[in-house]
């Protein structure tokens, strides 16, 4: 018994299939990924906390937070104190603006939400976050963001 079907690969029509497809028949040139860890200062981690807070309060987050409450009277813009005590807030929101509707609350460490919010951005943004040099490059949606992420786990309030 013989095989009488064509074989495609040795014949002309496989030539006019292959030419279209030439380069996605190439073999692909993969790089590699090199991941960069980078660890901040804590003199780097203050200006760090105290631009996204400022951003995030005075602009980026006013459109959800109707209210935060620190512990202690701590000041949020004030970076040195954000990254030395990591104190309490809760962070009042969801009464849609108008202050008479039910509130939520969530009880958080002013430290840990910068760097649980950093620490889930993708890598572009976090290295406009982590390098100082770099802050002027984020807005007020991307501290908003950023208090997000290290609040809620994600974007909550477009």
Not at 6 to 35: G, R, V
Request: aromatic share 12%; net charge negative.
């Amino acid at each position: 018994m013989t095989n009488d079907k064509p074989n495609l690969t040795d014949s002309h029509f496989a030539e006019i299939l292959a030419e279209p497809f030439a380069d996605l028949l190439k073999p692909k040139k993969f790089y590699p990924t090199i991941m960069v860890e980078y660890t901040p200062t804590k003199e780097e981690w203050e200006e760090i906390a105290e631009a996204i807070w400022i951003g995030a309060l005075e602009g980026g987050s006013n459109h959800w937070i109707d209210g935060i409450h620190t512990e202690d009277e701590f000041d949020l813009k004030n970076g040195y104190s954000v990254v030395e005590y990591n104190f309490d807030i809760a962070i009042h929101h969801g009464s849609e603006g108008w202050g008479d509707d039910e509130v939520e609350v969530e009880k958080v460490k002013a430290f840990d939400v910068i760097v649980d919010g950093i620490s889930r951005l993708d890598p572009e943004r976090q290295r406009l976050a982590l390098t100082v040099d770099e802050l002027g490059q984020l807005d007020a949606n991307d501290y908003d963001y950023i208090i997000q992420l290290g609040v809620f786990g994600k974007e909550v309030y477009c």
